[in-house]
């Protein structure tokens, strides 16, 4: 177990002294559901061992649960909500802006509810984008369809003072932040840059990264959704590898730095042979590396797929360079460098092959939210405006245990979150595979390689 300790402490603007307007119980028993209060908690770390003695946990190492509370910090006659959607697109935005925004009228009677257009660029005042006023009339219907009613946009969240300004200025009291770590880190600096004015305005956060990729969180609303349709992709190129003689499948889903999404699917189709991550590094060369294995299931088994995260394999292909208007690094197009290389090998060994490249990324990313996401997203923006309203400031709301919690941004971004190749998951997906553990040609000094490397 990890001695690494996190301060999962949760600030407040200030006492709750206002009667909430939602109607809930105090007592166990009476059929009405009741409110939650600042002394409910749950664990993070549930992992022991027998030898392990129980010790008493500080307040900083607990998460404290989501929910309404009895007493709230905000007059709701009082309140400017405001809501932005920023990163790139992802399955269930729409559902969270519809959530929040019925939460807040029909709940708390919030009647001031704020759209910025087009992400953080949005509270910049040379893009002169208008507010888009928002209402349950307006979002009542907007699950229905992918991408985001607001509009999204990369970048600008660096520009701390000038998006602090415009919040300022636009007197609002709370804004529910919708993005990935990048989006989060900007919304505590800016949450930050708010405090250091004294001003009380709360910065909620809700996760959106379709990677799956942030910390201490269950998952990311959209990461189920992605699976889904990925799992379609793969049927897919399952049809028309076997549909072939020697037919290959090749699909890249996303995941940057964590492939989350390709080894989920990989699991959930039992259709693919080979699943690439950028956890787990292969070589492609030699009698153990992946194109020698990939050779062996085609003269045993006639067909292939495969599945690549796009963040894999980086080390064997030059990037060019750069970072993206959100700070992520440029990758590498490791499906089409694949490609190239599995059709340049077959053709030098004179067998014959039938490739097919599928990347459905875009259209997973602007597809409407399954059914499961759907649930996620309502509760996820529900208890994003119970948090607002009872003075909460620089959280993420987030599911943990099969509970939704506040995490603080700071924790929640202070790492990612990665598959580990040594744990159950990556190892349930070589059950679903059957690909070997490890395509490296020498183990021992692929591993002193890989720690040298960790070292630096």
């Not at 037919?247 to 940057?256: A, C, D, H, P």
């Not at 929640?412 to 395509?439: F, H």
Request: glycine share 10%; with cysteine.
């Amino acid at each position: 177990m990890s001695d690494i300790s996190y301060d999962f402490t949760i600030p407040n603007l200030g006492p709750c002294k206002v009667n909430s307007p939602i109607q809930l119980s105090k007592i166990e028993g009476d059929f009405i559901a009741n409110y939650v209060t600042d002394d409910e908690f749950i664990r993070y770390k549930l992992d022991t061992t027998l030898d392990q003695t129980c010790v008493e946990l500080s307040r900083s190492e607990l998460l404290e649960k989501a929910g309404p509370r009895e007493k709230i910090y905000f007059n709701p006659n009082h309140v400017h909500a405001a809501i932005v959607t920023c990163g790139g697109l992802c399955p269930g935005i729409n559902d969270v802006i519809r959530a929040v925004v019925r939460c807040l009228w029909n709940r708390y009677g919030v009647r001031r509810i704020s759209g910025i257009r087009f992400g953080f660029k949005g509270l910049l005042p040379e893009y002169g984008f208008g507010i888009q006023q928002l209402s349950p009339q307006v979002v009542d219907d907007i699950h229905k369809t992918g991408g985001s009613i607001l509009g999204t946009s990369r970048g600008g969240g660096d520009r701390v003072v000038e998006i602090a300004d415009a919040i300022e200025n636009l007197n609002i009291n709370m804004i529910f932040i919708i993005g990935g770590d990048g989006t989060q880190r900007g919304s505590l600096e800016v949450a930050e840059e708010i405090e250091r004015r004294g001003l009380k305005i709360g910065v909620i956060g809700i996760p959106k990264t379709v990677d799956n990729d942030l910390s201490f969180i269950q998952k990311s609303f959209g990461f189920d959704t992605a699976v889904v349709k990925a799992a379609e992709s793969v049927a897919a190129a399952h049809m028309e590898a076997h549909s072939q003689i020697n037919g290959i499948g090749l699909v890249k889903l996303m995941g940057r730095e964590s492939g989350f999404i390709a080894t989920h699917t990989a699991i959930a189709s039992h259709e693919a042979n080979f699943v690439l991550i950028p956890e787990v590094p292969f070589e492609l060369d030699g009698p153990k590396g992946f194109l020698h294995y990939l050779e062996e299931r085609l003269r045993s088994r006639h067909h292939a797929v495969i599945v690549v995260a796009e963040g894999a394999g980086q080390d064997l292909l030059e990037s060019s360079g750069g970072t993206d208007d959100s700070g992520n690094k440029k990758l590498a197009d490791i499906g089409v460098f694949l490609r190239d290389k599995m059709a340049a090998y077959f053709k030098s060994i004179g067998m014959h092959i039938n490739l097919k490249y599928i990347d459905p990324s875009y259209q997973i990313r602007s597809a409407p939210a399954a059914p499961i996401d759907s649930i996620y997203c309502e509760r996820l923006g529900n208890n994003a405006v119970h948090a607002a309203m009872a003075g909460k400031t620089k959280l993420i709301i987030g599911l943990v245990h099969t509970k939704f919690v506040h995490l603080p941004i700071k924790a929640v971004t202070s790492k990612r979150n990665y598959v580990d190749p040594e744990g159950s998951l990556w190892r349930d997906c070589l059950d679903a595979t059957s690909q070997p553990i490890l395509m490296v040609n020498d183990k021992d000094a692929f591993l002193r390689n890989s720690k040298n490397k960790q070292k630096k």
